[in-house]
């Protein structure tokens, strides 16, 4: 069974741009998480979707924001690009069943700004 | 809100020696528990989860945790390691009653270093 995939692997920008990552969960799995792992910084939670609906969001700017796709793919939009952006970009993907859920991780997106 | 600490940032250790990496969260009434393992330029792999049931819990890769709630700990353990474990292990918790989201909570990770 194929895991969580994400692409593009790399992505360079400049301070200003907007960048795009992409996530496909594995089949059967509805939720599908975001991560940025910055250097310093830690895993820190940044947006859940579920059945194509945005559930909740860490603490980050709305220039950070996202959409789920019927397929319950995913994609992460990243506007007005700042240096501080450079990051893993990790996506997790789960189902919830009888009260129990864990998430898979794919293998990230690096992004960095320049 | 949740917490977790890990207690090493970084842990050396000879090849076949026994290891532990410590892990402790805030109190809660019921938590799910997870460690997971990245290795150099990866993503994050899981190892193991505490769910429910029993408090020892076995993983991939010959790895076992024990989950304390009275010390609400829950520290990787594994009898002799290998090289090929080298990478970085974060601890991570979902409380699953909190209000309906379910995001993960990371400690800051230990980077484990296995020496031959």
């Known amino acids: 069974e194929a895991g969580v995939t994400q692409s593009p692997t790399h992505l360079i920008k400049t301070r200003g741009q907007q960048a795009t990552l992409r996530c496909s969960p594995i089949?059967?799995?509805?939720?599908v998480y975001w991560y940025q792992q910055a250097l310093g910084l830690g895993l820190q939670f940044l947006l859940w979707y579920d059945e194509g609906e945005e559930r909740n969001r860490g603490n980050f700017p709305p220039r950070f924001s996202g959409r789920q796709f019927p397929n319950y793919s995913s994609e992460l939009n990243v506007n007005a690009l700042e240096l501080e952006d450079s990051a893993l970009y990790l996506c997790?993907?789960?189902?919830?069943?009888?009260?129990?859920?864990?998430?898979?991780f794919g293998p990230g997106t690096r992004l960095l700004v320049l | 809100a949740q917490s977790v600490t890990q207690l090493d940032s970084q842990v050396p250790v000879f090849e076949e020696a026994p290891v532990e990496l410590r892990c402790n969260y805030s109190?809660?009434?019921?938590?799910?528990l997870f460690w997971y393992v990245q290795y150099p330029n990866q993503g994050l792999q899981l190892l193991l989860k505490?769910?429910?049931?029993?408090?020892l819990v076995k993983g991939i890769n010959g790895f076992e945790a024990e989950f304390n709630k009275s010390q609400t700990s829950f520290h990787l353990r594994k009898p002799s390691v290998h090289i090929s474990d080298t990478a970085e292990y974060f601890c991570?918790?979902?409380?699953?009653?909190?209000?309906?989201?379910?995001?993960?909570?990371f400690g800051a990770g230990t980077r484990l270093a296995v020496h031959p």
């Open positions: 109190s809660s009434v019921s938590v799910y």
């Open positions: 089949s059967g799995h509805t939720s």
């Open positions: 997790a993907s789960s189902l919830y069943l009888a009260g129990q859920e864990t998430q898979y």
């Open positions: 991570a918790v979902s409380d699953p009653f909190s209000g309906g989201y379910n995001k993960l909570i």
């Open positions: 505490y769910l429910s049931g029993s408090t």
